[in-house]
């Protein structure tokens, strides 16, 4: 049973235009969601987090917004630059059981 | 001056054999942890330690085992590979014991074959 789910495998957008990230989940009790960052033959980088008593996180070109009742996440890159093709992962923690529960990714192709 | 590497890169063996993989950090944290990506793409966690201790087990089988020679360093060692075991095993470190799911640094992975 899949507790976060991103379900784009694949995103591709042209370069100066918006990314959006999508990633649900189902565990009510998640309270810390964060985003990770990959390349291939690379380990996930961190990338952003927000804490379920905020609705909204930006960091430069990266904004992650936060619907509980939804039960929802995105990741907004603004604007896309080819150098941010890479896989995103999508986690979310307990801060009780402290396990990350990561999503399967969503490969993101930014075109020149 | 690699935070998190993991040795080897790549790891091809046959059925049956025993292997190690090594995780060093040099970032001063307290937790480590080894991560599984299977061929469905998921990064599920497998065990974590802090400060030497560990704190997390998942239900990975007891042919998996880690090490902690020190606070800096988490082996996986395998036991009996088997063909399922084939994936991308990760390290990874973080500040603290993970309270507040304080963002993981990651290794570059090992790219186990079992054949």
């Known amino acids: 049973d899949q507790q976060v789910k991103q379900n784009s495998p694949s995103l591709s957008v042209q370069e100066g235009r918006i990314s959006i990230l999508n990633c649900d989940y189902t565990?009510?009790?998640?309270?810390?969601f964060l985003w990770y960052k990959k390349y291939p033959a690379e380990g996930p980088t961190f990338l952003i987090s927000?804490?379920?008593?905020?609705d909204k996180n930006e960091d430069g070109r990266f904004t992650v917004f936060l619907n509980k009742s939804a039960k929802h996440l995105s990741l907004h890159i603004v604007p896309s630059q080819p150098g941010d093709s890479a896989v995103y992962f999508c986690?979310?923690?307990?801060?009780?059981?402290?396990?990350?529960?990561f999503g399967r990714g969503t490969s993101l192709i930014v075109h020149p | 001056d690699t935070a998190v590497s993991q040795t080897p890169k790549y790891l091809v063996t046959q059925m049956g054999n025993d292997k190690s993989i090594k995780c060093e950090q040099n970032?001063?944290?307290?937790?480590m942890y080894w991560y599984k990506q299977d061929s469905k793409k998921f990064l599920k966690i497998m065990f974590s330690?802090?400060?030497?201790?560990?704190?997390i087990n998942e239900t990975v089988p007891n042919r998996f085992s880690p090490k902690s020679p020190d606070k800096a360093h988490l082996n996986l060692h395998i036991n009996s590979l088997e063909l399922g075991d084939s994936a991308v095993y990760f390290c990874?470190?973080?500040?603290?014991?993970?309270?507040?799911?304080?963002?993981?640094?990651f290794g570059p992975g090992t790219r186990l074959t079992v054949t």
């Open positions: 990874a470190s973080s500040q603290d014991a993970p309270v507040t799911s304080i963002e993981q640094y």
């Open positions: 565990n009510s009790m998640f309270d810390y």
């Open positions: 927000i804490s379920s008593i905020k």
């Open positions: 986690a979310a923690s307990e801060g009780g059981s402290y396990i990350p529960t």
């Open positions: 970032l001063g944290h307290d937790t």
């Open positions: 330690y802090n400060n030497k201790e560990l704190i």
